[in-house]
């Protein structure tokens, strides 16, 4: 019932920009929080960046400063701004997002992953 689109993903030069967003869509409640993860191939899928429904931010060491988490007004899209990238940032980033439903309880939902290709 729930979905989550990713879109922004693609080839970038080392220093360059991407902007990634995330539309979720169905039947729920309200947001808790959303935000994007990432896996590069061997790893372990890390969180990136998180951002909750009153707005209180969460990023990874490695992309501080570099990384803007953002939702829009109506609190079903999450976009992850990225400046100065580098190859170590290359993976696959995944949407993520923590929603309430008809339970008394949130759950976790996952896009399908949009690759992040950064090369020289």
């Known amino acids: 019932q729930v979905q989550l689109v990713e879109s922004g993903g693609g080839l970038v030069q080392p220093g360059g920009s991407l902007r990634l967003s995330c539309a979720a869509s169905?039947?729920?409640?309200?947001?808790?929080?959303m935000g994007w993860y990432r896996q590069a191939p061997g790893k372990r899928r890390e969180l990136v960046a998180r951002?909750?429904?009153?707005?209180?931010?969460n990023y990874a060491d490695s992309v501080k400063g570099r990384f803007t988490i953002s939702r829009d007004n109506a609190e079903n899209t999450v976009y992850l701004q990225m400046n100065s990238l580098k190859p170590e940032d290359t993976a696959v980033y995944y949407c993520?997002?923590?929603?309430?439903?008809?339970?008394?309880?949130?759950?976790?939902?996952w896009g399908k992953g949009t690759l992040v290709t950064v090369s020289s």
């Open positions: 169905g039947r729920f409640s309200s947001v808790n929080a």
């Open positions: 993520n997002a923590n929603l309430w439903g008809p339970a008394a309880y949130s759950m976790d939902y």
């Open positions: 951002i909750t429904s009153g707005g209180s931010t």
